[in-house]
């Protein structure tokens, strides 16, 4: 079964950087793209990222194009999404999501990890 870990979450200032990282295991993870969305409290989910297989072609939501850097390591079947810049509204679970733009209406995906960005 997929199964799709998060990690690197936590408490940031405003302008602050974080690195998130997903473990992918159960699935030939060099075959999928892959995808952070993202969740704030009493909000739908929100498309972040997305990489291609082989992380040739990389889209980003406009709000956090130009901070944000998704990449994958697919001999260690892990993805990335590096955050920079870091604002308020970044506030939110971020979960790893197996496939290309997908959302969280799946089990194919991790059980997120809190970044809390204060002011």
């Known amino acids: 079964a997929v199964r799709l870990v998060e990690s690197g979450g936590g408490l940031v200032e405003s302008g602050g950087s974080l690195r998130l990282s997903c473990e992918a295991s159960?699935?030939?993870?060099?075959?999928?793209?892959m995808t952070w969305v993202r969740q704030s409290s009493g909000k739908g989910p929100e498309w972040v990222a997305t990489?291609?297989?082989?992380?040739?072609?990389?889209e980003y939501a406009s709000s956090v194009k130009g901070r944000f850097t998704i990449d994958r390591n697919n001999d260690a079947k892990m993805l990335y999404l590096k955050m920079n810049n870091l604002k308020p509204s970044d506030t939110a679970t971020y979960y790893c999501?197996?496939?290309?733009?997908?959302?969280?209406?799946?089990?194919?995906r991790g059980q997120g990890t809190q970044v809390t960005v204060s002011s």
């Open positions: 999501v197996k496939g290309w733009k997908s959302g969280l209406a799946t089990n194919e």
């Open positions: 990489i291609d297989r082989d992380g040739y072609t990389r």
């Open positions: 159960g699935f030939t993870f060099r075959l999928f793209s």
